[in-house]
Protein backbone atom coordinates (compact mmCIF):
# COMPACT_ATOMS: atom_id res chain seq x y z
CA UNK A 1 0.00 0.00 0.00
CA UNK A 2 2.90 2.44 1.23
CA UNK A 3 4.92 1.37 -1.71
CA UNK A 4 1.85 2.21 -4.21
CA UNK A 5 1.28 5.94 -2.56
CA UNK A 6 5.14 6.35 -2.90
CA UNK A 7 4.58 5.47 -6.74
CA UNK A 8 1.78 7.81 -6.73
CA UNK A 9 3.98 10.66 -5.02
CA UNK A 10 6.65 10.13 -7.57
CA UNK A 11 4.27 10.25 -10.75
CA UNK A 12 2.68 12.83 -8.95
CA UNK A 13 6.28 15.20 -9.08
CA UNK A 14 7.44 14.27 -11.88
CA UNK A 15 4.37 14.91 -14.30
CA UNK A 16 4.50 18.54 -12.09
CA UNK A 17 8.86 19.19 -12.71
CA UNK A 18 7.38 18.59 -16.26
CA UNK A 19 4.54 21.62 -16.15
CA UNK A 20 7.43 23.78 -14.62
CA UNK A 21 9.77 23.12 -17.70
CA UNK A 22 7.04 24.97 -19.64
CA UNK A 23 6.12 27.17 -16.84
CA UNK A 24 10.16 28.15 -16.36
CA UNK A 25 10.52 29.46 -20.28
CA UNK A 26 7.50 31.67 -19.87
CA UNK A 27 8.37 33.30 -16.50
CA UNK A 28 10.49 36.24 -17.47
CA UNK A 29 7.66 37.52 -19.60
CA UNK A 30 4.77 37.00 -16.61
CA UNK A 31 6.80 38.57 -14.50
CA UNK A 32 6.62 41.85 -16.81
CA UNK A 33 3.68 41.56 -17.83
CA UNK A 34 2.74 41.26 -13.99
CA UNK A 35 5.08 44.48 -13.28
CA UNK A 36 3.97 46.98 -15.84
CA UNK A 37 0.12 45.77 -14.73
CA UNK A 38 0.71 45.90 -11.60
CA UNK A 39 3.02 49.03 -11.59
CA UNK A 40 0.67 50.81 -13.51
CA UNK A 41 -2.26 50.31 -10.99
CA UNK A 42 -0.62 50.65 -7.92
CA UNK A 43 0.90 54.06 -8.95
CA UNK A 44 -2.24 55.52 -10.20
CA UNK A 45 -3.88 54.81 -7.26
CA UNK A 46 -1.81 55.53 -4.84
CA UNK A 47 -0.56 58.87 -6.39
CA UNK A 48 -3.30 60.24 -8.92
CA UNK A 49 -6.51 59.38 -7.09
CA UNK A 50 -6.39 60.68 -3.90
CA UNK A 51 -6.20 64.01 -5.56
CA UNK A 52 -9.54 62.67 -6.38
CA UNK A 53 -11.40 62.55 -3.19
CA UNK A 54 -9.97 58.87 -2.12
CA UNK A 55 -8.39 58.30 0.94
CA UNK A 56 -4.49 58.71 0.32
CA UNK A 57 -4.06 54.75 1.64
CA UNK A 58 -6.09 53.61 -1.09
CA UNK A 59 -3.42 52.80 -2.84
CA UNK A 60 -2.43 50.43 -0.36
CA UNK A 61 -5.90 49.31 -0.51
CA UNK A 62 -5.82 48.28 -3.87
CA UNK A 63 -2.57 46.93 -3.82
CA UNK A 64 -3.49 44.07 -1.91
CA UNK A 65 -6.36 43.66 -3.72
CA UNK A 66 -3.44 43.46 -6.77
CA UNK A 67 -1.54 40.54 -4.59
CA UNK A 68 -4.82 38.69 -4.68
CA UNK A 69 -5.29 39.17 -8.30
CA UNK A 70 -1.93 37.97 -9.36
CA UNK A 71 -3.36 34.37 -9.61
CA UNK A 72 -6.74 35.34 -10.55
CA UNK A 73 -4.69 36.78 -14.15
CA UNK A 74 -3.93 33.61 -14.87
CA UNK A 75 -6.90 31.57 -15.05
CA UNK A 76 -8.17 33.08 -18.19
CA UNK A 77 -5.23 31.70 -20.26
CA UNK A 78 -4.73 28.58 -18.46
CA UNK A 79 -8.54 27.61 -18.99
CA UNK A 80 -7.68 28.45 -22.54
CA UNK A 81 -4.89 26.29 -22.76
CA UNK A 82 -6.67 22.98 -21.01
CA UNK A 83 -10.04 23.24 -23.20
CA UNK A 84 -7.35 24.00 -26.61
CA UNK A 85 -5.75 20.69 -25.74
CA UNK A 86 -9.07 19.21 -24.63
CA UNK A 87 -10.17 20.15 -28.03
CA UNK A 88 -7.18 19.37 -30.29
CA UNK A 89 -3.29 17.45 -29.09
CA UNK A 90 -5.51 15.91 -25.63
CA UNK A 91 -2.06 15.62 -24.06
CA UNK A 92 -4.50 14.76 -20.73
CA UNK A 93 -5.54 11.53 -22.39
CA UNK A 94 -1.31 10.60 -22.25
CA UNK A 95 -1.63 11.56 -18.26
CA UNK A 96 -4.55 9.52 -17.87
CA UNK A 97 -3.64 6.50 -19.19
CA UNK A 98 -0.42 6.33 -16.79
CA UNK A 99 -0.90 3.59 -13.92
CA UNK A 100 -2.03 6.05 -11.18
CA UNK A 101 -5.52 6.94 -9.93
CA UNK A 102 -7.12 9.60 -13.15
CA UNK A 103 -8.34 12.34 -10.55
CA UNK A 104 -4.43 12.37 -9.38
CA UNK A 105 -4.02 14.05 -13.19
CA UNK A 106 -6.67 16.66 -12.17
CA UNK A 107 -5.70 17.50 -8.76
CA UNK A 108 -2.25 17.37 -10.23
CA UNK A 109 -3.23 20.17 -12.73
CA UNK A 110 -4.71 21.90 -10.33
CA UNK A 111 -1.59 21.86 -8.03
CA UNK A 112 0.52 23.47 -10.53
CA UNK A 113 -1.92 26.51 -11.38
CA UNK A 114 -2.19 27.07 -7.56
CA UNK A 115 1.78 26.88 -7.37
CA UNK A 116 1.82 29.01 -10.42
CA UNK A 117 -0.35 31.47 -8.87
CA UNK A 118 1.33 31.84 -5.68
CA UNK A 119 4.45 32.52 -7.22
CA UNK A 120 2.52 35.15 -8.93
CA UNK A 121 0.91 36.30 -6.16
CA UNK A 122 3.90 36.51 -3.63
CA UNK A 123 6.13 38.71 -6.55
CA UNK A 124 3.32 41.36 -6.55
CA UNK A 125 4.53 42.53 -2.79
CA UNK A 126 8.04 43.45 -3.62
CA UNK A 127 6.74 45.07 -6.79
CA UNK A 128 4.36 47.05 -4.71
CA UNK A 129 6.59 47.68 -2.05
CA UNK A 130 9.00 49.49 -4.58
CA UNK A 131 6.23 51.24 -5.98
CA UNK A 132 4.42 52.68 -3.14
CA UNK A 133 7.39 52.79 -0.71
CA UNK A 134 6.59 54.81 2.23
CA UNK A 135 2.57 54.26 1.92
CA UNK A 136 2.94 50.50 2.30
CA UNK A 137 3.99 49.32 5.99
CA UNK A 138 5.99 46.12 6.02
CA UNK A 139 5.25 45.94 9.51
CA UNK A 140 1.62 45.62 9.46
CA UNK A 141 1.72 42.20 7.59
CA UNK A 142 0.82 39.07 9.49
CA UNK A 143 3.13 36.53 8.42
CA UNK A 144 1.29 33.56 8.94
CA UNK A 145 -1.80 35.05 8.14
CA UNK A 146 -0.63 35.87 5.12
CA UNK A 147 1.00 32.29 3.71
CA UNK A 148 -1.87 31.03 5.12
CA UNK A 149 -4.00 33.48 2.81
CA UNK A 150 -1.98 32.98 -0.19
CA UNK A 151 -2.14 29.28 -0.09
CA UNK A 152 -5.85 29.19 0.15
CA UNK A 153 -6.27 31.37 -2.48
CA UNK A 154 -3.85 29.82 -4.64
CA UNK A 155 -5.55 26.43 -4.34
CA UNK A 156 -8.57 27.86 -4.94
CA UNK A 157 -7.33 29.21 -8.13
CA UNK A 158 -6.42 26.33 -9.19
CA UNK A 159 -9.84 24.39 -9.30
CA UNK A 160 -11.48 27.45 -10.34
CA UNK A 161 -9.22 27.10 -13.42
CA UNK A 162 -10.18 23.19 -13.71
CA UNK A 163 -13.71 23.94 -13.29
CA UNK A 164 -14.32 26.56 -15.75
CA UNK A 165 -12.36 24.58 -18.30
CA UNK A 166 -14.79 21.29 -17.68
CA UNK A 167 -17.51 23.73 -18.08
CA UNK A 168 -16.57 25.86 -21.00
CA UNK A 169 -17.58 23.65 -24.42
CA UNK A 170 -15.16 24.91 -26.82
CA UNK A 171 -12.32 27.72 -27.19
CA UNK A 172 -14.94 29.69 -29.53
CA UNK A 173 -16.77 30.30 -26.21
CA UNK A 174 -13.92 31.81 -24.22
CA UNK A 175 -14.48 35.71 -24.07
CA UNK A 176 -17.85 34.92 -22.18
CA UNK A 177 -15.61 33.07 -19.31
CA UNK A 178 -13.89 36.46 -18.60
CA UNK A 179 -16.72 38.99 -19.67
CA UNK A 180 -19.77 36.86 -17.84
CA UNK A 181 -17.70 34.82 -14.82
CA UNK A 182 -13.86 36.40 -14.26
CA UNK A 183 -14.70 39.85 -13.67
CA UNK A 184 -17.89 40.06 -12.06
CA UNK A 185 -16.80 37.77 -9.39
CA UNK A 186 -13.32 39.77 -9.33
CA UNK A 187 -15.30 43.09 -9.75
CA UNK A 188 -18.30 42.85 -7.65
CA UNK A 189 -15.94 40.62 -5.02
CA UNK A 190 -14.38 43.92 -3.84
CA UNK A 191 -11.61 44.93 -5.74
CA UNK A 192 -12.18 48.23 -5.36
CA UNK A 193 -14.07 48.55 -2.29
CA UNK A 194 -13.96 46.71 0.94
CA UNK A 195 -17.19 44.54 2.27
CA UNK A 196 -18.11 47.07 5.24
CA UNK A 197 -18.22 50.00 2.77
CA UNK A 198 -20.50 47.57 0.58
CA UNK A 199 -22.33 46.64 4.01
CA UNK A 200 -23.34 50.06 4.77
CA UNK A 201 -24.63 51.22 1.32
CA UNK A 202 -26.84 48.05 0.57
CA UNK A 203 -26.85 45.23 3.56
CA UNK A 204 -28.62 42.74 0.71
CA UNK A 205 -25.99 42.46 -1.92
CA UNK A 206 -23.56 42.61 0.71
CA UNK A 207 -25.03 39.09 2.22
CA UNK A 208 -25.43 37.87 -1.32
CA UNK A 209 -21.82 39.02 -2.33
CA UNK A 210 -20.96 36.77 0.81
CA UNK A 211 -21.48 33.47 -1.83
CA UNK A 212 -18.88 35.00 -4.45
CA UNK A 213 -15.41 33.66 -3.51
CA UNK A 214 -13.61 36.98 -4.77
CA UNK A 215 -14.76 38.15 -1.53
CA UNK A 216 -12.96 36.49 0.90
CA UNK A 217 -10.11 36.73 -1.57
CA UNK A 218 -9.65 40.40 -1.15
CA UNK A 219 -10.79 40.59 2.39
CA UNK A 220 -8.93 37.77 3.60
CA UNK A 221 -5.69 39.01 1.80
CA UNK A 222 -6.44 42.77 3.29
CA UNK A 223 -6.69 41.22 6.28
CA UNK A 224 -3.65 39.54 6.21
CA UNK A 225 -1.06 42.33 4.80
CA UNK A 226 -3.39 45.78 5.79
CA UNK A 227 -4.57 44.75 9.76
CA UNK A 228 -7.51 42.89 10.37
CA UNK A 229 -9.57 45.71 11.35
CA UNK A 230 -12.22 46.81 8.66
CA UNK A 231 -12.00 43.31 7.03
CA UNK A 232 -13.80 40.43 7.22
CA UNK A 233 -11.68 37.82 9.64
CA UNK A 234 -8.90 36.66 7.98
CA UNK A 235 -9.65 32.74 9.19
CA UNK A 236 -12.70 32.52 7.86
CA UNK A 237 -11.28 33.54 5.05
CA UNK A 238 -9.39 30.94 4.56
CA UNK A 239 -11.37 28.44 5.81
CA UNK A 240 -14.45 29.62 2.68
CA UNK A 241 -12.07 29.30 0.05
CA UNK A 242 -11.07 26.09 1.55
CA UNK A 243 -14.88 25.15 1.20
CA UNK A 244 -15.06 26.64 -2.51
CA UNK A 245 -12.33 25.14 -3.30
CA UNK A 246 -13.28 21.38 -2.03
CA UNK A 247 -16.49 22.26 -4.26
CA UNK A 248 -15.35 23.39 -6.79
CA UNK A 249 -12.79 20.43 -6.90
CA UNK A 250 -15.20 17.97 -6.78
CA UNK A 251 -17.72 19.36 -9.41
CA UNK A 252 -14.90 19.47 -12.05
CA UNK A 253 -13.90 16.11 -11.74
CA UNK A 254 -17.14 14.94 -11.74
CA UNK A 255 -17.77 16.90 -15.16
CA UNK A 256 -14.18 16.39 -16.66
CA UNK A 257 -14.40 12.44 -15.86
CA UNK A 258 -17.78 12.74 -17.91
CA UNK A 259 -16.47 15.04 -20.76
CA UNK A 260 -12.73 12.83 -21.07
CA UNK A 261 -14.74 10.07 -20.55
CA UNK A 262 -12.29 8.11 -18.09
CA UNK A 263 -12.55 5.81 -15.04
CA UNK B 1 -18.38 46.36 -50.97
CA UNK B 2 -18.94 43.00 -51.57
CA UNK B 3 -16.76 41.55 -49.31
CA UNK B 4 -17.54 44.12 -46.63
CA UNK B 5 -20.79 42.29 -46.83
CA UNK B 6 -19.71 39.11 -46.33
CA UNK B 7 -17.70 40.45 -43.58
CA UNK B 8 -21.04 42.33 -41.72
CA UNK B 9 -22.70 37.93 -42.63
CA UNK B 10 -20.67 36.50 -40.29
CA UNK B 11 -20.57 39.43 -37.55
CA UNK B 12 -24.43 39.32 -37.34
CA UNK B 13 -24.38 35.80 -36.44
CA UNK B 14 -22.08 36.89 -33.22
CA UNK B 15 -22.74 40.56 -32.70
CA UNK B 16 -25.81 40.12 -29.72
CA UNK B 17 -22.90 37.75 -27.64
CA UNK B 18 -20.49 40.70 -27.99
CA UNK B 19 -22.77 42.99 -26.85
CA UNK B 20 -24.08 41.33 -23.92
CA UNK B 21 -20.72 40.40 -22.95
CA UNK B 22 -20.37 44.50 -23.29
CA UNK B 23 -23.32 45.25 -21.28
CA UNK B 24 -21.71 43.06 -18.36
CA UNK B 25 -17.88 44.75 -18.30
CA UNK B 26 -19.76 48.41 -18.64
CA UNK B 27 -22.55 47.97 -16.02
CA UNK B 28 -20.76 46.50 -13.41
CA UNK B 29 -18.45 49.46 -13.55
CA UNK B 30 -21.01 51.99 -13.95
CA UNK B 31 -23.16 50.44 -11.14
CA UNK B 32 -19.80 50.19 -9.16
CA UNK B 33 -18.37 53.69 -9.56
CA UNK B 34 -21.54 55.35 -9.78
CA UNK B 35 -23.42 53.85 -6.52
CA UNK B 36 -20.49 52.55 -3.99
CA UNK B 37 -17.03 54.32 -4.93
CA UNK B 38 -18.12 58.06 -3.91
CA UNK B 39 -18.83 56.04 -0.47
CA UNK B 40 -15.16 55.75 -0.39
CA UNK B 41 -14.63 59.40 -1.24
CA UNK B 42 -14.96 59.64 -4.86
CA UNK B 43 -17.30 62.74 -6.09
CA UNK B 44 -21.04 61.95 -6.78
CA UNK B 45 -20.43 62.45 -10.41
CA UNK B 46 -18.09 59.84 -10.93
CA UNK B 47 -20.31 57.12 -12.10
CA UNK B 48 -21.18 59.25 -15.18
CA UNK B 49 -17.70 60.58 -15.65
CA UNK B 50 -16.80 56.84 -16.05
CA UNK B 51 -19.71 55.86 -17.78
CA UNK B 52 -18.54 58.36 -20.65
CA UNK B 53 -14.87 56.35 -20.96
CA UNK B 54 -16.79 53.31 -21.32
CA UNK B 55 -18.99 54.39 -23.82
CA UNK B 56 -15.69 55.07 -25.95
CA UNK B 57 -13.66 52.01 -24.58
CA UNK B 58 -16.60 50.07 -25.79
CA UNK B 59 -14.14 49.71 -29.15
CA UNK B 60 -10.96 49.20 -26.94
CA UNK B 61 -13.04 46.50 -25.97
CA UNK B 62 -13.17 44.40 -29.10
CA UNK B 63 -9.81 45.64 -30.24
CA UNK B 64 -7.92 41.89 -28.55
CA UNK B 65 -10.20 40.06 -30.23
CA UNK B 66 -10.40 41.36 -33.30
CA UNK B 67 -6.33 41.39 -33.19
CA UNK B 68 -6.76 38.00 -32.30
CA UNK B 69 -9.30 36.70 -35.11
CA UNK B 70 -6.40 38.61 -37.45
CA UNK B 71 -3.79 37.11 -36.60
CA UNK B 72 -5.48 33.73 -36.60
CA UNK B 73 -6.36 34.71 -40.05
CA UNK B 74 -3.01 35.46 -40.48
CA UNK B 75 -1.12 32.68 -38.86
CA UNK B 76 -3.38 29.76 -41.06
CA UNK B 77 -3.31 31.62 -43.83
CA UNK B 78 -6.33 31.89 -44.73
CA UNK B 79 -9.36 34.65 -46.32
CA UNK B 80 -6.94 37.44 -46.26
CA UNK B 81 -4.74 35.42 -48.63
CA UNK B 82 -7.82 35.06 -50.85
CA UNK B 83 -8.65 38.35 -50.64
CA UNK B 84 -5.25 39.40 -52.12
CA UNK B 85 -5.63 37.38 -54.76
CA UNK B 86 -8.60 38.77 -55.68
CA UNK B 87 -8.06 41.49 -58.73
CA UNK B 88 -8.26 44.40 -56.90
CA UNK B 89 -5.30 46.59 -55.19
CA UNK B 90 -3.97 44.83 -52.02
CA UNK B 91 -4.10 48.30 -49.69
CA UNK B 92 -7.68 48.03 -50.28
CA UNK B 93 -8.32 44.72 -48.57
CA UNK B 94 -7.02 46.26 -45.37
CA UNK B 95 -8.94 49.55 -46.22
CA UNK B 96 -11.97 47.07 -46.22
CA UNK B 97 -10.83 45.43 -43.19
CA UNK B 98 -10.33 48.69 -41.56
CA UNK B 99 -13.91 49.62 -42.55
CA UNK B 100 -15.30 46.63 -40.89
CA UNK B 101 -13.67 47.07 -37.48
CA UNK B 102 -14.68 50.86 -37.33
CA UNK B 103 -18.43 49.71 -37.81
CA UNK B 104 -17.97 46.97 -35.20
CA UNK B 105 -16.38 49.71 -33.05
CA UNK B 106 -19.42 52.65 -33.56
CA UNK B 107 -22.00 50.01 -33.43
CA UNK B 108 -20.40 48.75 -29.58
CA UNK B 109 -19.85 52.19 -28.70
CA UNK B 110 -23.62 52.96 -29.57
CA UNK B 111 -24.79 50.38 -27.47
CA UNK B 112 -22.85 51.52 -24.07
CA UNK B 113 -24.80 55.14 -24.27
CA UNK B 114 -28.39 54.03 -23.09
CA UNK B 115 -27.51 51.17 -20.89
CA UNK B 116 -24.98 54.52 -18.93
CA UNK B 117 -28.46 56.70 -18.96
CA UNK B 118 -30.40 53.42 -17.84
CA UNK B 119 -28.12 52.36 -15.27
CA UNK B 120 -27.38 55.65 -14.00
CA UNK B 121 -30.41 57.52 -14.26
CA UNK B 122 -30.82 61.43 -12.53
CA UNK B 123 -26.88 61.04 -12.84
CA UNK B 124 -26.57 61.26 -15.98
CA UNK B 125 -27.94 64.51 -16.98
CA UNK B 126 -28.66 64.26 -21.09
CA UNK B 127 -28.99 68.26 -21.73
CA UNK B 128 -25.29 68.28 -21.43
CA UNK B 129 -24.60 66.02 -24.69
CA UNK B 130 -23.74 68.02 -27.76
CA UNK B 131 -24.82 65.51 -30.31
CA UNK B 132 -22.69 67.06 -32.94
CA UNK B 133 -19.73 66.30 -31.08
CA UNK B 134 -20.65 63.29 -29.83
CA UNK B 135 -20.78 61.70 -33.07
CA UNK B 136 -17.87 63.20 -34.20
CA UNK B 137 -16.10 61.66 -31.66
CA UNK B 138 -17.77 58.28 -32.20
CA UNK B 139 -16.53 58.18 -35.78
CA UNK B 140 -13.13 59.31 -35.23
CA UNK B 141 -12.76 56.94 -32.14
CA UNK B 142 -13.99 54.25 -34.65
CA UNK B 143 -11.52 54.98 -37.65
CA UNK B 144 -8.36 55.27 -34.96
CA UNK B 145 -9.89 51.32 -33.33
CA UNK B 146 -9.47 50.47 -37.08
CA UNK B 147 -5.71 51.55 -37.82
CA UNK B 148 -4.42 50.40 -34.50
CA UNK B 149 -5.52 47.09 -34.85
CA UNK B 150 -4.20 47.06 -38.19
CA UNK B 151 -0.81 48.82 -36.13
CA UNK B 152 -0.96 46.01 -33.49
CA UNK B 153 -1.50 43.29 -35.94
CA UNK B 154 1.03 44.34 -37.73
CA UNK B 155 3.30 44.41 -35.08
CA UNK B 156 2.78 41.23 -33.06
CA UNK B 157 4.37 38.09 -34.79
CA UNK B 158 1.92 35.53 -34.29
CA UNK B 159 -0.81 34.27 -32.14
CA UNK B 160 1.06 32.69 -29.54
CA UNK B 161 2.56 36.38 -28.65
CA UNK B 162 -1.19 37.89 -28.23
CA UNK B 163 -0.58 38.06 -24.89
CA UNK B 164 1.66 41.79 -25.50
CA UNK B 165 -1.30 43.50 -27.26
CA UNK B 166 -3.32 43.91 -23.57
CA UNK B 167 -0.46 43.68 -21.01
CA UNK B 168 2.13 45.90 -23.04
CA UNK B 169 -0.38 48.16 -25.27
CA UNK B 170 -3.64 47.99 -24.61
CA UNK B 171 -3.42 47.94 -20.53
CA UNK B 172 -0.89 50.80 -19.80
CA UNK B 173 -2.95 52.95 -22.60
CA UNK B 174 -6.27 52.23 -21.33
CA UNK B 175 -5.13 53.01 -17.81
CA UNK B 176 -2.79 55.94 -17.98
CA UNK B 177 -4.94 56.95 -20.60
CA UNK B 178 -6.82 58.82 -18.44
CA UNK B 179 -9.86 56.13 -17.98
CA UNK B 180 -10.19 56.89 -13.78
CA UNK B 181 -9.53 60.71 -13.71
CA UNK B 182 -9.44 63.57 -16.36
CA UNK B 183 -5.93 65.07 -18.00
CA UNK B 184 -6.70 68.17 -16.07
CA UNK B 185 -5.91 66.19 -12.49
CA UNK B 186 -2.97 64.32 -14.04
CA UNK B 187 -1.44 67.63 -14.79
CA UNK B 188 -1.80 69.04 -10.75
CA UNK B 189 -0.80 65.75 -9.64
CA UNK B 190 2.94 65.18 -12.11
CA UNK B 191 2.68 67.85 -14.63
CA UNK B 192 5.64 66.09 -16.84
CA UNK B 193 3.37 62.71 -16.70
CA UNK B 194 0.77 64.51 -18.55
CA UNK B 195 2.40 66.34 -20.84
CA UNK B 196 3.85 62.78 -21.85
CA UNK B 197 0.70 61.27 -21.92
CA UNK B 198 -0.30 63.72 -24.67
CA UNK B 199 1.38 61.55 -26.95
CA UNK B 200 -1.30 58.31 -25.94
CA UNK B 201 -4.13 58.68 -27.99
CA UNK B 202 -6.50 57.21 -25.58
CA UNK B 203 -6.01 60.03 -23.42
CA UNK B 204 -7.97 62.14 -26.48
CA UNK B 205 -10.53 59.50 -27.07
CA UNK B 206 -11.63 59.91 -22.96
CA UNK B 207 -11.41 64.00 -22.89
CA UNK B 208 -12.98 63.87 -26.25
CA UNK B 209 -15.75 62.02 -25.70
CA UNK B 210 -16.05 63.74 -21.58
CA UNK B 211 -16.34 67.01 -23.19
CA UNK B 212 -18.68 65.63 -25.90
CA UNK B 213 -21.09 63.96 -23.36
CA UNK B 214 -20.49 65.96 -19.83
CA UNK B 215 -19.80 69.64 -21.67
CA UNK B 216 -16.27 70.68 -22.41
CA UNK B 217 -15.70 72.20 -18.63
CA UNK B 218 -12.85 70.27 -17.30
CA UNK B 219 -11.62 68.17 -20.19
CA UNK B 220 -9.34 68.98 -23.30
CA UNK B 221 -11.07 70.58 -26.45
CA UNK B 222 -13.00 68.16 -28.06
CA UNK B 223 -11.87 69.01 -32.08
CA UNK B 224 -8.43 69.34 -30.66
CA UNK B 225 -9.31 65.33 -29.88
CA UNK B 226 -11.00 64.74 -32.93
CA UNK B 227 -8.26 66.21 -35.01
CA UNK B 228 -5.07 64.43 -33.13
CA UNK B 229 -7.38 60.72 -33.08
CA UNK B 230 -7.45 61.44 -37.10
CA UNK B 231 -3.46 61.89 -37.16
CA UNK B 232 -3.16 58.92 -35.01
CA UNK B 233 -5.16 57.07 -36.95
CA UNK B 234 -3.16 57.96 -40.06
CA UNK B 235 0.24 57.27 -38.05
CA UNK B 236 -0.99 53.84 -36.86
CA UNK B 237 -2.67 53.35 -40.81
CA UNK B 238 0.52 53.95 -43.19
CA UNK B 239 3.02 52.19 -40.03
CA UNK B 240 0.40 48.77 -40.40
CA UNK B 241 0.02 48.53 -43.72
CA UNK B 242 3.78 49.05 -44.10
CA UNK B 243 4.19 46.48 -41.80
CA UNK B 244 1.29 44.03 -43.04
CA UNK B 245 2.57 44.41 -46.68
CA UNK B 246 6.26 42.80 -44.98
CA UNK B 247 4.56 40.32 -42.95
CA UNK B 248 1.80 38.79 -46.09
CA UNK B 249 4.23 39.58 -48.67
CA UNK B 250 1.90 41.07 -50.73
CA UNK B 251 2.58 43.84 -53.84
Known amino acids: MSLSYSFYFNV???????????????????????????????????????????????????LAGLVASGGLFEVFPSVMNLVSDFEGDKQIDYQLILPVPS????????????LNAIILGVSVIPMGKLVLWYQFDLTKINIIQTIAIIIAISIFYGFFTLWLASRLENTLKIGSVWCRVIFPLWFLGGFQFSWMVLHKLFPTFAYVNLINPMTYIMEGIRGALLGQEGYLNVWLCALALAGFSLVFGLDSIRRLKKRLDYV | MQLLRADLQVWRQTVMTTVIDLWYWSGIQAGIMGYIMPALGLAPGYGVFIVAGLVI??????????????????????????????????????????????????????CVLPMGKVLLWYQFDLTKVSVMATLAM???????????????????????????????????????????????????VCPVLAYINLANPVTYLMEGIRAALLGQDGFLNVWLCVLALLVFSLLCGLDGMRRLKRKLDYV
Open chain 1, 12 to 62: FRQLLAAEFIVFKANFKDKIIDLFIWVGITAAIMGYVMPAFGLAADYGVFQ
Open chain 1, 103 to 114: WLIMVKTATFYA
Open chain 2, 57 to 110: GAGFFSVFRMVAHLMRDIDRKHEIFYHMTLPIPSWLVLIKKAAFIAFNSAFLVV
Open chain 2, 138 to 188: IVSSSIFYAFYILWLAGIVKNSSKMGIVWTRFNFPLWFLGCFQFSWQVLHK
